[in-house]
């Protein structure tokens, strides 16, 4: 199952307790940010949980994609 948040416009640490709620209910998440700080606190934690994570910028954005493993 793959969820997809569009956390864009949001300050920490919302978008990473967002990522946190649908990480608990999906195997897949990608995530789509414009800041900087919220990106790395999200990739933080993913790698905490050993969770697969793939990050891309595009125009200014960041989709993050999450997977557990």
Do not use: W
Not at 45 to 68: D, L, P
């Amino acid at each position: 199952m793959e969820n997809t948040l569009d956390l864009r416009g949001l300050s920490c640490p919302i978008p990473l307790i967002k990522t946190k709620q649908a990480m608990e209910k999906a195997d897949c998440v990608q995530v789509i940010l414009d800041e900087t700080t919220p990106k790395e606190n999200i990739l933080k934690y993913a790698r905490s949980q050993s969770f697969q994570t793939e990050c891309e910028e595009v125009a200014g954005e960041y989709r993050i994609t999450i997977r557990k493993v």
